[in-house]
T-cell receptor, first 109, second 112 residues
């Protein structure tokens, strides 16, 4: 089956710093989503981005489908950005998401 | 207020007991999903349903059962056959299987 790898597994930042999270996938996909899981476990949708670039405030994402990777940019990080960021892909017609293991982000004040 | 609700927030299971986790959505979505998350891991698919009265096994369906009698409801039963049920369970829905999935707040299941 398709493999989804995220890097780095852990990231510690000082408040105000910028960061880039990476997601590599092993085969072509129909859908790619980025999520933020907060400390209470809630998964929050960040982007639906099978290809191209999108921006939402301090966050932006780029997916290069032909090269099988996606990047999530966080600028001017805040302590509330802490949590785990997941990349998930859909392949085929079933629709189920295949998740990476996530990047755990800690933003220090 | 539209969204996905899951109950209970915490659930305790005794050995040999079946328990049922509730998932309800009022988004008028056709597709619904159940995922399991173990500590430090990503989510894995248990079951999914593309339409009412139809559902399919995911990657880790053994020891679980589901039903989809109503569009808005997709309950998950953790049976006694599931030998390692302690995990965080998340329900999701999407308009169709190719659209964005939205997640509920989750249920934490613990074995006594």
């Amino acid at each position: 089956g398709i493999q989804v790898e995220q890097s780095p597994p852990d990231l510690i930042l000082q408040e105000g710093a910028n960061s880039t999270l990476r997601c590599n996938f092993s085969d072509s996909v129909n859908n790619l989503q980025w999520f933020h899981q907060n400390p209470w476990g809630q998964l929050i949708n960040l982007f639906y981005i099978p290809s191209g670039t999108k921006q939402n405030g301090r966050l932006s994402a780029t997916t290069v489908a032909t090269e099988r990777y996606s990047l999530l940019y966080i600028s001017s990080s805040q302590t509330t950005d802490s949590g785990v960021y997941f990349c998930a892909v859909v392949r085929g017609s079933q629709g189920n998401l295949i998740f990476g293991k996530g990047t755990k982000l800690s933003v220090k004040p | 207020d539209g969204g996905i609700t899951q109950s209970p927030k915490y659930l305790f299971r005794k050995e040999g007991q079946n328990v049922t986790l509730s998932c309800e959505q009022n988004l008028n979505h056709d597709a619904m999903y159940w995922y399991r998350q173990d500590p430090g891991q990503g989510l894995r698919l248990i079951y999914y349903s593309q339409i009412v009265n139809d559902f399919q096994k995911g990657d880790i369906a053994e020891g679980y059962s589901v039903s989809r009698e109503k569009k808005e409801s997709f309950p998950l039963t953790v049976t006694s056959a599931q030998k390692n049920p302690t995990a965080f369970y998340l329900c999701a829905s999407s308009g169709t299987v190719q659209e964005t999935q939205y997640f509920g707040p989750g249920t934490r299941l613990l074995v006594l």
